[in-house]
């Protein structure tokens, strides 16, 4: 029987983070035992092209973040994204950490299910399956790709080819596949906070008690 090597398998987990809660985090900490990481980096997004800029600051979210993930040693914080000027184009993201891992690692980008509906909007979206691997995750509203209408032929088309439903999979190739990982969903959104936040209500237990006293300290969201 031949000898299969796998190759380590790093996650990626972008997004605004606005604020980073509860429903970011199980989902990066189920991962880590789904799928084997060692370690997932949290990028929070710079000036996102597709959707409006965040309510809070860089600084401010990166600053959440790592308040979040401070006590996780299989968590980190990336701040290239924030530190970039300009507007964020993951496909930059992407390509900065393939020249890093070279062709010792399998890259694998962790978005919601609503996200990647609009994967084909993304700068230079075909190149994305040449840099990283894909993890879906479900989000309110978006259950299954299988069952959401808003995927266009392009990528449906991807999903057909490259979708896999074994994510040790991941670790045969550095790139290239779609999986579909059955992680908890748990019925919260950063907007759903951020409303809490704006109309004085409490956002406890949505969101780490650290978190909660920086957004208080600093007076965001109000």
């Known amino acids: 029987m ?3 090597n796998k190759l380590p398998l790093t996650g990626i ?3 605004t983070f606005d604020p ?3 429903g970011h985090l199980r989902i990066a900490e189920e991962l880590c035992d789904m799928i084997g990481f060692c370690k997932i980096s949290f990028v ?6 597709l959707r409006q800029a965040p309510a809070a600051s860089r600084d ?3 600053a959440m973040v790592r308040l979040a993930i401070e006590d996780n040693p299989r968590f980190e914080l990336d701040t290239r994204e924030i530190n970039r000027p300009g507007v964020t184009a993951t ?5 900065e950490y393939q020249h890093e891992a070279g062709d010792n690692a399998a ?3 962790i978005l919601g299910i609503d996200a990647f509906t609009k994967i084909d909007h993304w700068t230079e979206w075909p190149e994305l399956f040449n840099l990283c691997h894909f993890i879906i995750v479900p989000r309110p509203g ?16 991807e999903l057909f080819s490259r979708h896999i439903v074994n994510g040790s999979d991941l670790a045969l190739q550095s790139s290239g596949f779609i999986y579909t990982a059955q992680t908890s969903m748990l019925e919260i959104s950063a907007s759903q906070i951020r409303t809490l936040f704006s109309t004085g209500k409490s956002a406890r237990y949505l969101l780490p008690e650290k978190v909660l006293g920086y957004i208080k300290s600093n007076r965001l969201y109000t």
């Open 20 to 22: 980073i809660h509860f």
């Open 2 to 4: 031949p000898i299969i």
């Open 60 to 62: 401010h979210r990166a």
């Open 13 to 15: 987990y972008g997004g």
């Open 44 to 49: 929070p997004s710079g000036v996102p092209r």
């Open 107 to 109: 890259l694998c980008f």
């Open 142 to 157: 978006f259950t299954s790709l299988r069952e959401t209408r808003q995927l266009s032929a392009a990528v449906q088309q």
């Open 91 to 95: 496909v930059q993201t992407l390509r």
